[in-house]
């Protein structure tokens, strides 16, 4: 998962790209619009707050889908180590708006309602840093598992969500390696899977999520952060051969000259042209891998 190197690269203070007023508009949801505008065809939506049950409690999230054209796939969206908040709902609407019905949820609902982390948090304190990892540690991959088993379910059982078409999921840093949990766990009804700078994604434990994939039936896209493969240059190889051998269709890339959390508006390390890219591929995998 995350580790002390990627929170250095997201450390806002270090940072410059954005003044405190345009950062502090965008954690806050305005000028996002403006910072990732619909597609052209945007489909008028509707999302809402909602809760969600599970063995180990009562999660909140939020779903987004259109209200036309009858019903859409699914996507579990899952966020980064800063948690749900303005920004992933926006980007699940955006989503929605090229029609898909998508849940993002509070990974850390055992431990607090979203927001589960200040809006600038100052990675410079030794404690934000230690309650940070401690809360992304408390997500073990049995934990990822149970919520998996609870998130799939019960967008398949939303009345806009298409009951014969396949499902998404995706995942952003910590959450990158919960895409494949997810996809493990449901190998019939996930079709597809993206990542963006996942974190963990190849490790040496036994657990390690890249292991996981001779188990799934999902098309993948991993968009990698040049700062994660210039640390595991490795990775890249090692997924590419495990998608090959299980006869998976994957597009696993290194986006240059970007850096750890590259793909989120809210974050200083943010890369506009590189996360367009990012974004532009994950439709592709969406249209295709769920047609």
Not at 112 to 123: E, F, G, V
Not at 177 to 184: E, G, K, N, V
Not at 242 to 249: D, E, N, P, R, T
Not at 253 to 277: F, I, R, S
Request: proline share 9%; hydrophobic share 40%.
């Amino acid at each position: 998962m995350c580790d002390d190197h990627d929170l250095d690269e997201m450390d806002y203070a270090r940072r410059t790209a954005l003044s405190r007023r345009q950062f502090a508009l965008l954690t806050a949801g305005a000028g996002l619009a403006a910072l990732l505008p619909p597609p052209a065809d945007a489909a008028p939506i509707t999302g809402s707050p909602v809760d969600i049950t599970t063995p180990d409690g009562v999660c909140d999230a939020y779903f987004t889908h259109p209200t036309t054209g009858g019903t859409h796939p699914g996507v579990l969206m899952w966020p980064d180590i800063f948690g749900l908040r303005p920004t992933f709902q926006h980007m699940a609407d955006r989503l929605a708006q090229s029609g898909y019905a998508v849940l993002v949820v509070n990974p850390f609902y055992r431990l607090r309602k979203a927001p589960t982390s200040p809006p600038h948090p100052s990675l410079n304190d030794p404690a934000v840093r230690k309650e940070l990892m401690a809360m992304m540690q408390s997500l073990t991959p049995q934990v990822t598992v149970t919520d998996a088993r609870a998130f799939v379910p019960w967008i398949a059982r939303q009345p806009a969500v298409s009951k014969t078409r396949k499902m998404a999921t995706t995942g952003y840093c910590m959450g990158g390696p919960f895409t494949l949990r997810t996809a493990a766990q449901f190998p019939e009804r996930i079709g597809a899977g993206a990542t963006f700078h996942g974190a963990g994604l190849v490790t040496d434990r036994p657990d390690s999520p890249h292991l996981l994939i001779p188990r799934i039936r999902a098309q993948y896209l991993m968009a990698i952060a040049a700062s994660d493969d210039q640390k595991q240059p490795e990775a890249k190889t090692i997924l590419r051969e495990a998608f090959a051998k299980a006869h998976l269709q994957a597009e696993i890339e290194v986006y240059p000259g970007t850096m750890h959390g590259w793909c989120v508006p809210d974050l200083q390390v943010y890369n506009h042209d590189e996360a367009e890219k990012a974004w532009g591929r994950q439709l592709a995998l969406l249209k295709r891998a769920l047609a």
